[in-house]
């Protein structure tokens, strides 16, 4: 009777690249694959690169046809088309979730963190469409949502399809989400060190050099693509920045602190909006948001869609007190019912135009009380981005090196490591917040927090550390067939049982000391019998299987969950046959994370 799972040890029967292919697989399961990964970081980067480029043509093309003038002239529109706008998006985006998401609601960056910390990276071509379109309708019907947050997920999800199409180790899909994440800050902005840095700090939260190396080559990649699309523009118009003397930085200070106020506001806003909504259903959110914003549009349309020019037009002075004081305040409650209720667009945008306002109202009111100190308006408006940026997001490396880039200007880091720094300390310590995305996350009952062994364990696939010196064999077997099987000098027998399924592991010394004893005590006169591997005395584990793709750490919670000390590791390379690769014990596990 032939078993009832087919499995096979040798790898004698594949084509040449299928053993290639899993040659590579195999490799990139150790936590030290560097060239191998920084080729998928390159190639990823590419084709991040691409899809951020589609996105924004759809969106600008789309609302080139919509709004007269540049292609976000919201202005140019009555009172009425402003309140509609974003209610037709909303049931656009009702529509398109309500047949095609089957049960997907939240997108952006804290969709990449949820799949990181309970899946491995693994993102869906469903999530890709949902969120290439249903963040292109919003943009373009003027909901107060940004596009890094879509483009960070589009390039974290292209980068994930790539690895599970190729059927890599899950420690390198994750690897391969950083780099699309990265790849997508950076196409956003043509500033590619600054996504570098908040793919690590943000969506990876380590810094390794294994990971550090792909995510360099998967941004500047990328941003070639978008400056071979659109052109080396940045994305605001920054005209020279004048950095204030010494005897302003007590005002950089203070333009901290009102920072970090506001990004605690903001983040209190939006988790309180998230989470006193989750009763509603889903379209009802969107619907409500869709209301919300049309009544904000219609008295203020410089709270709709991105507001890229709003900011260039604030960095470079040309904003009125009052003006500037009112889009901060609109801005604020728009982007509140935009993201707090669902619309599955960014908050980075948002968070760079409250800045830019806050910083722009602070830098006019010392013009106006102290008007011997001439200060730059622009100056506070560039620091108040930074800030509110680093605060909200709990990222402040990554918004000081966006300022940088933005900026090319070295002078500007000092100031805005106080500003930064200080909006941070008082947003996560004083006021006690987490970054948005986190925030949004637990508002809805997930904790995406990892400890350093989790961390560790994430980086390692099972096929790094798995013992290949296995041979395979039934329950029952006759003395010279051990025989030839210790001639191969295993480690480990993998033992199947009457039904044909592999549950028992035995270290192959146990076997050699049984037959040991069993020549000496066995009469030559004696017929042989057969020996029954699971009767004799011996130390045997129970074993399961766990799929080579698996990191440590999924290998750890499946020992725990099944209540076993080892595990088989197996793949399906031919339809129907599960090959198996090797073995691994709950020592080996734990013996990655303590000396690795």
């Not at 402003?82 to 209610?87: D, M």
């Not at 709990?394 to 880091?413: D, G, K, N, R, V």
């Not at 909006?423 to 006690?432: C, D, I, K, P, V």
């Not at 793949?571 to 090959?579: A, E, L, W």
């Amino acid at each position: 009777m032939p078993p009832t799972k087919k499995i096979k040890l040798d790898l004698q029967n594949y084509s040449w690249s299928g053993r290639q292919l899993n040659n590579l697989r195999l490799h990139l399961s150790r936590p030290d694959a560097l060239i191998q990964l920084s080729i998928l970081g390159l190639f990823t980067g590419l084709i991040t690169g691409a899809v951020i480029v589609l996105f924004r043509i759809l969106v600008e093309e789309a609302q080139s046809g919509l709004l007269t003038g540049n292609s976000e002239n919201f202005e140019a529109l009555s009172s009425e088309a402003r309140f509609v706008y974003p209610v037709i998006g909303s049931i656009i985006i009702a529509l398109l979730f309500h047949f095609f998401s089957k049960g997907i609601h939240v997108l952006g960056v804290a969709r990449v963190m949820e799949r990181m910390a309970f899946h491995q990276g693994y993102l869906t071509l469903r999530g890709f469409f949902l969120q290439f379109f249903g963040a292109a309708v919003a943009i373009v019907s003027g909901h107060s949502v940004g596009r890094e947050g879509p483009n960070v997920f589009l390039g974290a999800a292209s980068s994930s399809i790539v690895g599970q199409f190729l059927g890599l180790p899950n420690n390198s899909i994750r690897t391969l989400v950083g780099c699309g994440t990265a790849g997508g800050i950076a196409a956003s902005f043509d500033t590619p060190l600054a996504g570098v840095i908040f793919a690590l700090e943000v969506v990876m939260m380590e810094y390794t050099l294994v990971s550090f190396m792909p995510i360099i080559l998967a941004a500047g990649s990328a941003t070639s693509v978008s400056i071979f699309a659109f052109g080396n523009h940045p994305a605001f118009i920054i005209p020279e920045i004048h950095q204030g003397a010494l005897i302003e930085l007590p005002l950089v200070i203070i333009l901290g602190l009102l920072a970090g106020v506001l990004s605690a506001f903001f983040i209190e806003l939006l988790k309180t909006v998230a989470y006193r909504s989750r009763k509603l259903s889903f379209s009802s959110k969107l619907l409500l948001s869709g209301v919300i914003v049309g009544f904000i549009a219609a008295i203020e349309p410089g709270v709709m869609g991105i507001g890229y020019d709003t900011v260039s037009q604030t960095l470079a002075g040309g904003m009125l007190l009052k003006a500037l004081f009112i889009l901060l305040i609109f801005k604020l409650f728009a982007t509140v019912a935009s993201v707090g209720l669902g619309i599955p667009g960014g908050v980075i945008g948002p968070a760079l135009f409250l800045g830019a306002c806050l910083g722009g109202v602070f830098g006019l009111l010392i013009r106006l009380v102290f008007p011997e100190l001439q200060v730059d308006t622009g100056f506070y408006s560039l620091l108040g981005m930074g800030a509110v940026m680093g605060a909200s997001l709990q990222a402040p490396l990554a918004a000081l090196t966006a300022m940088m880039e933005l900026t090319h200007s070295p002078q500007i880091i000092m100031p805005g490591m106080i500003a930064i720094v200080t909006a941070n300390l008082t947003a996560s310590e004083f006021f006690r917040k987490k970054s948005l995305f986190i925030s949004m996350l637990e508002a809805n009952d997930v904790n995406v927090y990892a400890n350093p062994i989790t961390q560790t364990l994430r980086r390692i696939g099972v096929g790094s550390v798995m013992s290949k010196a296995l041979v395979q064999v039934a329950q029952q077997v006759k003395p010279e067939k051990i025989k030839q099987l210790l001639s191969e000098s295993p480690e480990w027998l993998l033992i199947a049982d009457e039904e044909h399924q592999y549950n028992q592991l035995m270290p192959a010394i146990e076997l050699v000391r049984y037959m040991e004893q069993f020549i000496e005590q066995q009469d030559e006169s004696e017929e042989q019998e057969l020996i029954d591997l699971l009767e004799i005395p011996a130390r045997r584990l129970s074993v399961v299987p766990i799929h080579l793709q698996a990191t440590l750490e999924e290998a750890l919670t499946e020992l725990d969950r099944q209540n076993v000390n080892a595990l088989y590791v197996e793949r399906m390379n031919t339809p129907g046959i599960m090959h198996i690769y090797g073995v691994l014990t709950r020592e080996q596990v734990e013996s990655a994370y303590q000396f690795k």
